[in-house]
């Protein structure tokens, strides 16, 4: 089962920035929380990810909470093109392998 | 950032039949790849767990025997669906990396139908 939970659906003005929220209240102390997306029938699309400080790359920001429970995806300005299914995602660690059990995600729509 | 690409992008065959779906890493070498399935609307299902030169690792539910996997090289993972029925028809995705700390890659998917 998937260690998160986010909000079904989302909308968000172009040029604004989206929020998205996560929770992730059962995390262990060294596993990381990533982002992907992914767009109506692709393969998903690497974001972000993070463990405990906050990060930015060019595509967005994370700001994890100082408790790790939850976690918000920053799009600074919007685009149409962002609109997709955003995953929230605790990797977790089985036997030898690192493994992503992913949630139904966020529908982000970016709204003209 | 690192590039795994599927092959083929979409396919159609007959129930029955076995079909061949590629992952390959193309700038990086993976000792680990995986495969998940996605039915229309929902999410990610992870099927298995490819190592390479060794037996994939499948997921609880998931038939060895029907979804055949094989790691034979550093690059090169292979998902073959054999005999093949309605059911099976899905969007198959593989991704690679993402061991130690890093992000996983994943292939642009192929949408497997069966008829």
């Known amino acids: 089962d998937a260690k998160t939970t986010q909000p079904p659906s989302m909308d968000c003005a172009e040029g604004r920035a989206a929020n998205l929220p996560c929770n992730h209240s059962?995390?262990?102390?060294?596993?990381?929380v990533y982002w992907y997306r992914q767009i109506h029938s692709q393969g998903p699309q690497y974001i972000i990810h993070?463990?405990?400080?906050?990060e930015t790359n060019e595509m967005a920001s994370l700001i994890i909470t100082e408790d790790r429970k939850s976690s918000t995806l920053i799009l600074p300005h919007a685009t149409l093109r962002d609109t997709a299914v955003y995953y929230c995602?605790?990797?977790?660690?089985?036997?030898?392998?690192?493994?992503?059990?992913w949630g139904l995600g966020t529908s982000l729509a970016v709204n003209p | 950032g690192a590039v795994v690409s599927q092959h083929p992008s979409w396919v159609i065959c007959k129930s029955g039949t076995s079909v061949k779906i590629e992952c390959r890493s193309l700038?990086?070498?993976?000792?680990?790849m995986f495969w998940y399935r996605q039915f229309p609307k929902q999410s990610l299902m992870l099927m298995a767990t490819?190592?390479?030169?060794?037996?994939?690792?499948?997921e609880q539910g998931v038939e060895k025997d029907k979804f055949l996997i094989n790691h034979a090289s550093l690059t090169l993972s292979t998902l073959t669906v054999t005999s093949a029925h309605p059911e099976d028809s899905s969007f198959y995705i593989c991704?690679?990396?993402?061991?130690?700390?890093?992000?996983?890659?994943f292939g642009q998917g192929t949408r497997l139908t069966v008829v």
């Open positions: 991704s690679a990396g993402g061991q130690m700390n890093t992000e996983a890659f």
């Open positions: 700038d990086f070498q993976a000792t680990t």
């Open positions: 490819s190592n390479e030169g060794s037996k994939a690792t499948y």
């Open positions: 059962t995390i262990s102390g060294n596993e990381y």
């Open positions: 993070g463990l405990k400080n906050n």
């Open positions: 995602i605790v990797r977790v660690l089985d036997g030898n392998n690192r493994k992503l059990i």
